[in-house]
């Protein structure tokens, strides 16, 4: 297996499109997390799936943001009329219970800007 | 809920110098700790771990001990190189569900 993957890696858009982002996670992982990164900040929780369910959704995430995991395995997430403030790297990471905890494994990220 | 805090940064260090990251936490309970680190351009990696009390995670000559006395978790290395130029960050579950991490520490070592 080669780990969490997402694509695109970059992508600039303009303000008031819609953007989508897609995770692939490793492969025997069934919780799938998405996270946000400003620069110069840590990683933000956004929300995460177990299986196909949509267990949490940070306050983070507005209207304006969905997530799915249609059938367990890949995950989407959708920005719909993009901000400038929404220019940040978005992170996917996966994991699995060992050990009694869920260690998490992300991906390189997709960085989106919006101009 | 779970925190950490994190030492700021930017740490500027010259090769084979003794690094030290301070990270301190707030949580219920013993949950696990973490140490990720982002090098350029690319995501997290998990650095090392403890999952319980007076443990001691250790990977690539970096090591972090679980102290409940002093709600610590600092990463050492005793010997830098210049390829352990990156941002360091520490991080806790939340509720198992998610992580919380600090705001990183950057870490450039010169030659």
């Known amino acids: 297996d080669t780990g969490v993957s997402q694509d695109p890696r970059h992508k600039i858009t303009k303000r008031g499109q819609n953007v989508t982002f897609r995770c692939d996670p490793i492969s025997e992982h069934n919780r799938l997390y998405w996270y946000r990164q400003t620069l110069g900040q840590g990683p933000e929780f956004l929300t995460y799936?177990?299986?196909?369910?949509?267990?949490?959704k940070s306050r983070l995430l507005s209207d304006r943001f969905s997530a799915e995991r249609p059938k367990g395995s890949f995950s989407t997430l959708e920005i719909q009329r993009t901000e400038q403030g929404d220019s940040a790297m978005y992170l996917c990471?996966?994991?699995?219970?060992?050990?009694?905890?869920?260690?998490?494994?992300f991906g390189p990220g997709t960085r989106l800007t919006v101009t | 809920g779970n925190s950490v805090t994190q030492m700021e940064g930017p740490v500027t260090l010259s090769e084979e110098a003794f690094l030290t990251i301070n990270c301190t936490y707030t949580a219920t309970g013993y949950p696990s700790l973490f140490w990720y680190v982002q090098y350029p351009g690319e995501g997290l990696q998990l650095l090392l771990k403890?999952?319980?009390?007076?443990d001691k995670g250790s990977n690539k000559g970096f090591e972090a001990t679980y102290r409940k006395e002093t709600t610590s978790f600092h990463l050492e290395k005793g010997s830098v190189q210049v390829s352990d130029s990156a941002v360091y960050f520490c991080?806790?579950?939340?509720?198992?569900?998610?992580?919380?991490f600090g705001a990183g520490t950057r870490l450039t070592v010169k030659p």
């Open positions: 990471a996966s994991s699995a219970l060992a050990g009694g905890t869920y260690e998490q494994y």
């Open positions: 403890a999952t319980k009390a007076d």
């Open positions: 799936f177990q299986n196909e369910a949509q267990l949490e």
């Open positions: 991080a806790l579950p939340y509720n198992n569900n998610d992580m919380r």
